[in-house]
């Protein structure tokens, strides 16, 4: 029996489900979750001290690798000023200059403790701003836990929307419209009918919650024309995307202009982090200097933003992104080279240090029904050959995966020779 199976037993009694957070489960690979202990550049050690080359990053935050020296020593630094002080601290001031700096559309920005809480905020924010009570969020999308988030699509696009969990009012749901991502028609449709009740379109711009779904030529942009039309606030949810995809975003990716974007992940250095930010007039709506109330006890923690800001500043340094996005693109072109020679069906997407992997017969997938007619089965053994292997992939066929700068040749060739043995056994 494994350290890890005996630690996920004893979690079981006194944890739901034995984690803090669904996906961690394994729910959708099956098996016991791998416990680990340790962390450093692109590897991550188990509490059996197996090493795994880490393709999941913390989900995202740790694009410098684990345990990065000057990650590390600018919170050992501020550790000794104290943990937080629920008052104005200058580094908070230093962070939002250099957020807003680094991504234009940004005038104004206001942190927070998750990427839930920058979601939920910002949709609040876009209602009283406009006025306005419904919002159009995309199936396959997510944006947190929120109550107007965790909705699904009523039977035709424009009937009442669903609450996808138990726990959400149906009153709540109701006003959230769920649409198909990448399909701007039928956007312009429902907004031919309701859009004057429209607050906000919300829009992961690379779906990274449906494995990793970049937009196709004319969404985004037609989402901002609609958004234009109808005077509603376009939300890019760049929690993932931010600081992932390129410095600025996916938004610069795209050269699209977004009202509000949300940032999680990446912005906090791996302590829990979120802000959300965009034009001024908007954000001026927010409490204190406007009337729509947000707030929060451990928002802007010093600790925190010692990690994020120099995170920030280590990806700001030239050609940081063009090395991640190279390697991110010898990772996804080796493992599509590998599947090719042994026969298996299987494409691959990738935008700067995100990338997707598909087990299908089509060349390339847009769409969340695409994605919902992939392999699991497939999947399912390929991830745990792969784990096996000391490769460790997201737990589940729905996630993107995340190249960190720590992953260099050697990992990658570790990772392609892996996936060669693991697609022979398919
Ligand atoms: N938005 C997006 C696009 C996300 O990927 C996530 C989390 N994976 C969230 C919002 C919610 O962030 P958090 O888990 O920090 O609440």
């Given at each position: 029996?494994?350290?890890?199976n ?97 991504i ?7 942190m ?51 609450p ?20 701007i ?16 379109i919300?829009?992961e ?13 004319g ?14 606030v ?44 965009g ?19 451990l ?13 920030l ?62 392999n ?23 996630e ?5 700068a ?10 392609l ?10």
């Amino acid at each position: 029996m494994s350290q890890s199976n005996d630690l996920f037993q004893a979690a079981q009694k006194i944890i739901p489900g034995g984690v803090n957070s669904p996906v961690r489960a394994f729910k959708g690979v099956g098996g016991t979750p791998i416990f680990f202990k340790k962390g450093e550049g692109a590897y991550i050690t188990d509490e059996d001290d197996k090493r795994y080359v880490d393709y999941v990053g913390s989900w995202g935050p740790m694009i410098l690798g684990h345990a990065h020296p000057r990650v590390i020593q600018s919170v050992e630094e501020q550790l000794k000023a104290g943990l937080g002080f629920g008052a104005p601290t200058a580094i908070e001031t230093t962070m939002a200059e250099k957020v807003c700096e680094t991504i234009p559309s940004i005038e104004m920005v206001r942190m927070v403790s998750s990427g839930t809480e920058a979601t939920m905020s910002a949709i609040r924010l876009a209602r009283g701003y406009t006025n306005r009570d419904k919002i159009v969020k995309f199936e396959g999308c997510y944006h947190g836990h929120a109550d107007s988030l965790l909705v699904k699509a009523g039977s035709g696009a424009l009937t009442l929307g669903v609450p996808n969990s138990p726990g959400v009012p149906a009153s709540v749901a109701e006003h959230t419209i769920t649409l198909t991502y990448n399909d701007i028609e039928s956007v312009k449709q429902a907004f031919a009918e309701i859009g004057d009740q429209v607050a906000a379109i919300i829009v992961e711009p690379v779906a990274g919650n449906m494995n990793c779904i970049p937009p196709v030529a004319g969404f985004l942009e037609g989402l901002r024309a609609v958004c234009d039309q109808y005077g509603s606030v376009l939300i890019f949810d760049e929690v993932m995307t931010g600081f992932r995809t390129a410095l600025a975003g996916a938004q610069s990716v795209y050269n699209i202009t977004p009202d509000l974007t949300t940032l999680g992940k990446v912005i906090g250095g791996g302590m829990p982090v979120g802000a959300f930010g965009g034009k001024r007039e908007i954000m001026e709506y927010i409490a204190p200097t406007g009337p729509v109330y947000q707030a929060g006890t451990l928002s802007g923690n010093p600790l925190a933003m010692r990690a994020g800001l120099t995170m920030l500043e280590e990806i700001s340094k030239p050609g940081f992104f063009e090395g991640l996005a190279e390697h991110t693109r010898q990772l996804t072109d080796g493992l599509l080279e590998r599947a090719k020679a042994a026969n298996i069906p299987f494409a691959v997407s990738r935008v700067g240090g995100m990338f997707g992997l598909f087990f299908t017969e089509e060349e390339n997938v847009t769409t969340f029904q695409q994605v919902t007619e992939c392999n699991i089965e497939r999947f399912q053994a390929f991830y745990h050959g792969m784990l096996e292997q000391g490769i460790y992939l997201a737990p589940s066929a729905y996630e993107a995966g995340f190249v960190s700068a720590a992953h260099g040749h050697k990992e990658i060739q570790a990772t392609l020779d892996a996936a060669e043995k693991v697609f022979a056994t398919l």
